[in-house]
Structures are given as structure tokens and as C-alpha cells.
């Protein structure tokens, strides 16, 4: 098998080999591509790690409260979003939802991924909030309720700071998870790493170079964000609480 | 201080207190006692609410604790509470454990409520252990930080929950010290524990609990000599026999 990865200096249009791969105003390379569809991957994830973060830590706080209609509500939201594959939520934003309500038509579609993406991230992450705090001991709830602390005061002083602490791990992999969950953006052209992979694999005819580069860069990407927030767990670590295992 | 009049409490049909009531007066400090499942820490966490109940009234200082025009974060600001299993915030440094809900309850300047922690801190003799966080302190030392963490709200009364009943032997007399220091002078204290020596020092009163219901709530001499219920004597025997 002989490779070539010389096809990411080729123009895009006339297939001529650009000196120093990059290329300018006129001409645009297959490298140029790769990095503008990595810099759509990487924003359609973070957009949609931000939504998901706000909307699952909202939804799982919600769901441990002692009041039972908010209760309610966070588990028919997370029930919602995690029933339903990703692909198809993808579907529902793109096609469905602005045909129902017209005033949606306007906004683009990459924003309807981010949200598509996010909110179903929200499920897991909301699950994964409620678990957090649901592990923290009774006691310390009772602790802070009975030295006169509010209900929020409670989440906002106690409970988040810990529960914080408790989900990083499994927050990690969500936010992994995201990255290459964003891949459906092809399915509604947005132009990203998969779309890209399918296209330019289909002009150059050097799929396995380009497949092997753009694997290569959701494992960098996910792995990134696995170091980055490592590096947040640890700097958070109790003193005396958690034994740290290297 | 302290009015208990004819609670009862269930859960779902099952009922964990049965028409209990008792009146502790100021400066007094009163022993609960009892089998365990006799009701007795779920007595004194209703009388900060932090259990509900669906019978009788509960009055501290005079505030009824089951109205709902009861402002009870301000009620629960000023009774003290200390838990059988510390439940000091991990997360936090032992100097801001003692100062947060002064800050974030009462409103006092960070400042105020550091000198007040750190005064309470040095009393319970902990002084230097101020910038340790609770998971590097014995059990002990972490139940002496969480009766200063209550002091430092200036409380009315004090609520002890089993406060010695998770600590190793050697480590409960520090604990003790202090609550008997605590009621020397003058605290009104609600104290569930089956110490008896610290009852026998200290109580006034001791109030014996079986099955949710409130058996006996004698002077403590006269408990200590003879209880009157059969419960209570069999009780006694049992805890005092080794």
C-alpha cells in the first residue's frame, strides 16, 4: 500500500500541487479544508459542551430537590433526550421543528446542531449531576439546612462544590463523548470533519490518507480534553478526602 | 425554650413518634435516651424541622417550627446542631467551615467571623488546625470543630445527635469535655446519646424514649436510682452492666 500525503497540498478545484501546502485568496488546498472542517467540529462541540453543561447541571439540580413538580419535570426532560437517538434529535431540529414553528426557519443549521447536540448531552449530563449529588450523605444537606442556610444557599455552598468534584470523571467522557458525537453535523451538511473525510475522499481518491488524518484528529481533539480536564481534577482534589491515584 | 407538645410523626402507616411532649426550660440541658429506633434523633431533628411531623406543635423560643409563616432558616440559624457523624464540609477549610454561615446566614463581615471561629476554635483547642481541611482531622477533633461551627452562630439552645456514638472509645472524653463545659455554663442543651456518665454529671433531666413514645422524663437522680417503667429499668441494666 502506497501512501500519499501529498494529496493535502492539491488544490481543490484544479487537483495542481500548491507550494507549501497552504493556500491563499485564489487558491485552496486540501489541507486549508481539513483545518476549516476541524474548526467546525471543534465549534459545533464546544457551543454544544456549553449548552449541555448549562442545561444538565440546571436539570440535574432540578431533580434533587424536595419539590416534587421540578422533580418531575428534569426526569421527563432527561427521559426525552436520551430516548431518542442523536441522529434522528439531529433530524428533528433540522427538518421537523422549524416546519413547526416557522419563526425557527431563520436560525442556521449549525446552531440547530449545537442545540440538537447539546440538549441530548444535557440528558446524560443531567444524569450524571443527580447521581453527584445524590451521593453526597444525607447529613451534610441536614448540616447546612440546620445552620440556617436556604435551599439554594444549600446547592450553591454544600452540595455543588462537592458534587462538582464527584462528576469531573464521568464529565470528562462527556465531554469526549461530544466531540465525536459531533460528527452527525455532516448528516445535515454542516461542514465538519466527517463531511469533509466523505467528500474529499471522493475527489482525491486517497480515502486512506484522509480517513487515517482525520481520525488521527478526533483522537487528538478528545484526547485534549481528556488531559485538559484531568489537569482541573486534580488542581480540585480535597486535602485528606480523595486518595489521589496517579 | 423548648416546648415538645403532643407530637407524632409517621412514616407513611408506620408511626416513629407517638403524642410526645416535654418542655425544656432555659439553661437546662436534658439526655435522651433509648433502644435504637426509639424515635430519640427523630425527635430532635424535628425540633429544628428538619424533620417533619404530622401531629402536635413544636415551639422553640416561642416560634412555632410547623407554621409555615415561620421563617426557618432564621429559626434553624440560632439552634445549634451537632451530628453523630460530624458532617463538616469536606470541602472547605476547618477556618471557613466555621465562618461561612456566619458570612452567608447572619451577615457578618468576613472578618468578624473569622476572630469569632477562630476564639471558638482555640476553645475547643484546635487553634492549630485552623487551615487543615476535616478529612485530615480525627473524628474527634472533627466533632469539636463542628460544635464550635454551631457556637459561632450564637445559638439559643444546643441539639446533640448521638454526638459520640461514631467516634472511637479513646476519642469521645474530648468531646464530652466540651459539652460539659458547654452546659457548666448555662447553654440550654437537647442531648441524645446513651453516655450515661455524661448524664450523670450533667443532665437535669433524662428522658427515656421507647417505640416513639416518650416512657420516662424524670430529674436525673430519680432516673438513676430507680426509673419508674419496667423499659426503662431493663434499659439501664443492660447499658450500665459492663
Known amino acids: 500500500m502506497d501512501l500519499d500525503w501529498r494529496v493535502f497540498c492539491r488544490d481543490t478545484i484544479d487537483g495542481e500541487f500548491v507550494r507549501g501546502c497552504l493556500g491563499d485568496a485564489e487558491r485552496i488546498t486540501y489541507l486549508d479544508w481539513l483545518l476549516s472542517a476541524w474548526g467546525w467540529t471543534l465549534s459545533v462541540a464546544a457551543l454544544a459542551w456549553i449548552v449541555a453543561i448549562a442545561a444538565g447541571a440546571v436539570v440535574g439540580v432540578l431533580r434533587t430537590t424536595p419539590h416534587r413538580p421540578l422533580v418531575i419535570l428534569g426526569n421527563a426532560w432527561t427521559e426525552l433526550f436520551r430516548n431518542i437517538p442523536v441522529l434522528v434529535q439531529v433530524f428533528l431540529w433540522y427538518h421537523v421543528i422549524p416546519a413547526l414553528f416557522p419563526l425557527l426557519r431563520a436560525i442556521p443549521s449549525f446552531l440547530l446542531v449545537v442545540v440538537a447536540l447539546g440538549l441530548y448531552t444535557s440528558a446524560r449530563i443531567s444524569e450524571q449531576v443527580r447521581a453527584g449529588i445524590q451521593s453526597i450523605p444525607q447529613g451534610q444537606r441536614l448540616a447546612a439546612l440546620a445552620l440556617g442556610f436556604t435551599l439554594p444557599q444549600v446547592y450553591r455552598h454544600v452540595l455543588l462544590p462537592q458534587a462538582w468534584r464527584i462528576v469531573l470523571p464521568p464529565l470528562t467522557s462527556e465531554s469526549m463523548n461530544i466531540i465525536k458525537n459531533s460528527s452527525v453535523a455532516f448528516a445535515v451538511s454542516i461542514p465538519e470533519l466527517t463531511l469533509f473525510a466523505l467528500q474529499a475522499q471522493e475527489e482525491t481518491a486517497r480515502g486512506i490518507e484522509i480517513y487515517l488524518i482525520v481520525t488521527g484528529l478526533y483522537f487528538f481533539s478528545a484526547l485534549l480534553v481528556n488531559r485538559i480536564l484531568h489537569i482541573v481534577e486534580m488542581r480540585l482534589r480535597i486535602p485528606g478526602l480523595i486518595v489521589v491515584t496517579k | ?242
Not at chain 2, 130 to 139: F, R
Not at chain 2, 161 to 180: C, G, R
Not at chain 2, 217 to 241: V, W
Open chain 2, 1 to 242: 425554650m423548648i416546648e415538645i407538645d403532643r407530637v407524632s410523626k409517621w412514616y407513611g402507616s408506620f408511626q416513629v413518634l407517638s403524642d410526645c411532649s416535654t418542655h425544656i426550660g432555659k439553661g437546662e440541658v436534658v439526655v435522651v435516651c433509648g433502644p435504637s429506633g426509639s424515635g430519640k434523633s427523630t425527635l430532635i431533628k424535628c425540633v429544628n424541622a428538619l424533620e417533619p411531623f404530622q401531629k402536635g406543635e413544636i415551639r422553640v423560643n416561642g416560634i412555632s417550627v410547623s407554621d409555615p409563616k415561620t421563617n426557618l432558616s432564621q429559626l434553624r440559624a440560632h439552634v445549634g446542631m451537632v451530628f453523630q457523624h460530624f458532617e463538616l464540609f469536606p470541602h472547605m477549610t476547618i477556618c471557613d467551615n466555621l465562618c461561612i454561615a456566619q458570612v452567608k446566614v447572619l451577615g457578618r463581615l468576613r472578618e468578624e467571623a473569622m476572630e469569632r471561629g477562630l476564639r471558638l476554635l482555640d476553645r475547643v483547642g484546635l487553634k492549630a488546625h485552623a487551615h487543615k481541611y476535616p478529612g485530615q482531622l480525627s473524628g474527634g477533633q472533627q466533632q469539636r470543630v463542628a460544635i464550635a461551627r454551631a457556637l459561632a452562630m450564637d445559638p439559643i439552645c444546643m441539639l446533640f445527635d448521638e454526638p459520640t456514638s461514631a467516634l472511637d472509645p479513646e476519642m469521645i472524653n474530648e468531646v464530652l469535655d466540651v459539652m460539659v463545659e458547654l452546659a457548666s455554663e448555662g447553654m440550654t442543651m437537647m442531648v441524645v446519646t446513651h453516655e450515661m456518665g455524661f448524664a450523670r454529671k450533667v443532665a437535669h433531666r433524662v428522658i427515656f424514649m421507647d417505640q416513639g413514645r416518650i416512657v420516662e422524663d424524670t430529674p436525673k437522680e430519680a432516673f438513676f436510682a430507680m426509673p419508674r417503667s419496667e423499659r426503662a429499668q431493663a434499659f439501664l441494666a443492660k447499658i450500665l452492666s459492663h
